[in-house]
Structure formats: C-alpha cells, structure tokens
T-cell receptor
Framework: SQTIHQWPATLVQPVGSPLSLECTVE??????LYWYRQAAGRGLQLLFYSIGIDQISSEVPQNLSASRPQDRQFILSSKKLLLSDSGFYLC???????????FGPGTRLTVT | AQSVTQLDSQVPVFEEAPVELRCNYS??????LFWYVQYPNQGLQLLLKYLSGSTLVKGINGFEAEFNKSQTSFHLRKPSVHISDTAEYFC????????????FGRGTSLIVHP
C-alpha cells in the first residue's frame, strides 16, 4: 500500500531563517506531488505541484520554492522566512490520472 | 475553470442527529467530485468520490453523497453522527478527462455536541 511521510511534524523558526520541509511517498511510482498551505481557520492554498522530476509549477508567487530531487521526494524551501509563512503545510500525491489526492500528516510551521 | 462553494462554514449538530453538508460547484465541463475530512492537526483523508455511474456514493465512516447534475450539487450526508465526526470537511472538484489540479471549497466545520 502507499504511504506518504512528512517531516518535521512541527517547526518553530525565526524570521529570516531558511526552511526545508520534506515529503516522501512510498509504494507508488511517478506520482503527481503537491504542496499546500493552510493558514489558521482558512482553506487550502495550492503552492506547488509536480507531474514529474524537473516539472514543477508554482501557483502563488512568494518566497518559497520547491524541488523534486527524486521521483517520490518533494521538498519545500525558503531562503528567508517571513511571519506570513506561518501555517500548516500539507504534502499530497495523486496517481497518473490526477484525480483523488492522498495527504501527508502535515507540518505545523510557526515563524516568530 | 471550475469553482466550489460550501455554503456553511460551520454546522453544529447534536450526537445521533442526521447531518447534511452542502456543496455546489460550477464548471463548463464534466467533473469528478470528492469529499475529504480533516481531523484537528492532521492531513486530509478521502471520504468518498464520484467519478461516474450511480449518483449516490457511499464512503467511509457511514457518510454518503449524492451527485445532482441539474443542481450542480454534491451534498454530504450522514444519518446519525458521532462525537468523533467533529472535523473539517472539504468538497473538491476536478475536470474529468485529465486535470492534475482539483479545486477545493473553503471547508465546513462540523461540530457534534453530546
């Protein structure tokens, strides 16, 4: 069966510090991968999606970036965090058809 | 482009009562429809999906939803809720025939009181 991992689970970082969140998927190949952010009390905001290695699309211009160094690994990064980057970050994957998505447990990021 | 409207941001209900969470969508093409549940501090979990076939779809945890094409709705129902159903529920839509990007509603918070 397929599983998706995210780490760390929680993170407290000062403003201006770098960020690296990691997501890996097991039990499937060539998944579509997604990064979402949830601000407190709000819905899902799609940040990045990838339909293959070296194929990453950004949905929202900001100080975040994403990379996919391996087929089942998706990394969210920032060089300098802002207060507004605080939120709950969710990684998800879908199969080739791209229909239903399967979400990881999330990372709670607090920028202080 | 498609859009999803979840009409209620919060639905309070007593335990063992029935509940309906409303979802309406708009799209110029055929769509696939989904409901997800998110428990506090967790990721989203797929409850059920409509791709084709019977318009009444049964999902996990006793939930079901009915696709109504004429009313462009996909309401989620449960005949008797439990305290453990307290969570955030998201409706989502994808274009049929290939779209990697679903559109999510803003979510409905279901609060079950004892």
């Amino acid at each position: 069966s397929q599983t998706i991992h995210q780490w760390p689970a929680t993170l407290v970082q000062p403003v201006g510090s770098p960020l690296s969140l990691e997501c890996t998927v097991e039990g499937t190949s060539n998944p579509n991968l997604y990064w979402y952010r949830q601000a407190a009390g709000r819905g899902l905001q799609l940040l990045f999606y990838s339909i293959g290695i070296d194929q990453i699309s950004s949905e929202v211009p900001q100080n975040l970036s994403a990379s996919r160094p391996q087929d089942r690994q998706f990394i969210l990064s920032s060089k300098k965090l802002l207060l507004s980057d605080s939120g709950f970050y969710l990684c998800a994957w879908s199969g080739v058809t791209g229909y239903e998505q399967y979400f990881g447990p999330g990372t709670r990021l607090t920028v202080t | 482009a498609q859009s999803v409207t979840q009409l209620d941001s919060q639905v309070p209900v007593f335990e063992e009562a029935p509940v309906e969470l409303r979802c309406n969508y708009s799209s110029s093409v055929s769509v696939y429809l989904f409901w997800y549940v998110q428990y506090p501090n967790q990721g989203l979990q797929l409850l059920l999906k409509y791709l084709s076939g019977s318009t009444l779809v049964k999902g996990i945890n006793g939930f079901e939803a009915e696709f109504n094409k004429s009313q462009t709705s996909f309401h989620l129902r449960k005949p008797s809720v439990h305290i453990s159903d307290t969570a955030e529920y998201f409706c989502a839509v994808s274009k049929s025939g290939g779209s990697y990007i679903p559109t999510f509603g803003r979510g409905t918070s279901l609060i079950v009181h004892p």
